[in-house]
């Protein structure tokens, strides 16, 4: 074997070396598509439990500002929903960076991916700040365009996070009015100048009595009423006009909910009002919008209770 032939062998076996630790020295150089990707687009490293703070900021909207305040979630002040800060995270984790699509600055506007246009997204994990643009929706579904702020790259990334950006304050916020266990309620009483109502648990049979008339409600009735208070969620909020209203409503109707030894639960304050209900719970500033039904099984009709038109 001459000389010429040896250097070409050992040409061959140094490539077929190269190609063969591609996956372990291109991870080390960090050249690996991947882990770039990962490294600039470090979405994953937010969770719920390390992330302190969550900024949504786009313009002409209201900034939605989330923070977690002695393990409590906040949204601009407001008491957030737990289910709406899971679902957020959840989204987060379940992203998937599906390709680089340009490193070309000019190209942005195209992708609505500049801060005029996009969403910018800012989380906070210890002294870590990450800020990212989140822009159009790509042509593929459940996808968007993202990039760091200050980065020319430009990334398609798959997943549903783009959607829960876009929500307004309201939907962040928590609309569970009362939550109470049902094992524990004893007593409900409707005070209204028309059609009062106080039903009593014994043992395991509620009795509802109306004026003078008393009645054993069968056991369907009594669970859904019952149900309607675990929990009791409201639609939406008032603002501050219809706040004004409300205060100043006569006719407004009052739930008491009790517990053993006639230990008051819980007070709802309500106001009918364009086909939907107004609520407040005493001792909350807060007033809500509730959907119409989630009273029907509470303010019970005649016919409901004794069985009478």
Same mark, same amino acid.
């Given at each position: 074997?001459?000389?010429?032939?040896?250097?070409i062998?050992?040409?061959?076996?140094?490539f077929?070396?190269v190609?063969?630790?591609?996956?372990w020295?291109?991870k080390c150089?960090?050249?690996?598509?991947?882990?770039i990707?990962?490294?600039e687009?470090?979405?994953?490293m937010?969770?719920?439990?390390?992330t302190?703070k969550?900024s949504?900021?786009?313009?002409? =909207? =209201?900034? *939605?500002?989330i923070?977690?305040?002695?393990?409590?979630?906040?949204?601009?002040g407001?008491?957030?929903s737990?289910?709406?800060?899971?679902?957020?995270?959840?989204?987060?984790?379940e992203l998937?960076?599906?390709?680089?699509?340009s490193?070309?600055?000019?190209?942005h506007?195209?992708?609505?991916?500049?801060e005029?246009?996009?969403i910018?997204l800012?989380m906070?994990?210890?002294?870590?700040?990450s800020?990212f643009?989140?822009?159009?929706?790509?042509?593929?579904?459940?996808?968007?365009?993202?990039k760091?702020?200050?980065?020319?790259?430009v990334y =398609?990334?798959?997943?549903?996070?783009?959607?829960?950006?876009?929500q307004?304050?309201?939907?962040w916020?928590? *609309?569970?009015?009362?939550?109470?266990?049902?094992?524990?309620?004893?007593k409900?009483?409707?005070?209204s100048?028309?059609?009062?109502?106080?039903?009593?648990?014994?043992?395991?049979i509620?009795?509802?009595?109306?004026?003078?008339?008393?009645?054993?409600?069968? =056991?369907a009735?009594?669970?859904?009423?019952i149900a309607?208070?675990n929990p009791?969620?409201?639609s939406?909020?008032l603002?501050?006009?219809?706040?004004?209203e409300?205060q100043?409503?006569?006719?407004?109707i009052?739930?008491?909910?009790y517990?053993?030894?006639?230990k008051?639960l819980?007070?709802?304050n309500l106001?009918?009002?364009?086909?939907?209900?107004?609520?407040?719970?005493?001792?909350?500033?807060i007033?809500?919008t509730?959907s119409?039904?989630?009273?029907?099984?509470v303010?019970?009709k005649?016919?409901?209770?004794?069985g009478?038109k």
């Amino acid at each position: 074997m001459n000389k010429k032939t040896l250097i070409i062998l050992f040409v061959i076996f140094i490539f077929l070396g190269v190609v063969a630790s591609f996956s372990w020295w291109s991870k080390c150089l960090r050249l690996d598509k991947k882990t770039i990707i990962d490294t600039e687009l470090s979405f994953s490293m937010f969770t719920k439990g390390a992330t302190s703070k969550i900024s949504i900021l786009k313009e002409g =909207e =209201e900034e *939605k500002i989330i923070k977690k305040e002695n393990g409590l979630w906040k949204i601009n002040g407001f008491d957030a929903s737990q289910k709406a800060i899971d679902d957020f995270f959840k989204a987060l984790s379940e992203l998937s960076i599906k390709s680089l699509v340009s490193r070309n600055p000019e190209n942005h506007a195209n992708f609505e991916i500049d801060e005029k246009n996009g969403i910018t997204l800012t989380m906070v994990k210890d002294n870590i700040i990450s800020t990212f643009i989140i822009g159009r929706q790509s042509t593929t579904f459940n996808s968007f365009y993202a990039k760091i702020k200050g980065g020319n790259n430009v990334y =398609e990334v798959s997943g549903m996070l783009r959607d829960k950006l876009l929500q307004s304050v309201t939907f962040w916020r928590d *609309k569970i009015i009362v939550n109470v266990p049902r094992e524990i309620i004893q007593k409900i009483e409707v005070v209204s100048d028309t059609n009062p109502l106080t039903v009593t648990k014994n043992k395991d049979i509620w009795t509802a009595k109306r004026f003078d008339k008393t009645a054993i409600l069968d =056991e369907a009735t009594a669970n859904r009423l019952i149900a309607t208070f675990n929990p009791l969620e409201a639609s939406g909020f008032l603002n501050e006009e219809k706040q004004k209203e409300f205060q100043n409503a006569k006719d407004k109707i009052i739930i008491f909910i009790y517990g053993s030894d006639n230990k008051p639960l819980a007070e709802i304050n309500l106001f009918e009002k364009d086909d939907e209900w107004w609520g407040q719970v005493d001792g909350k500033d807060i007033f809500y919008t509730i959907s119409p039904y989630k009273f029907s099984d509470v303010l019970l009709k005649d016919e409901d209770i004794f069985g009478v038109k």
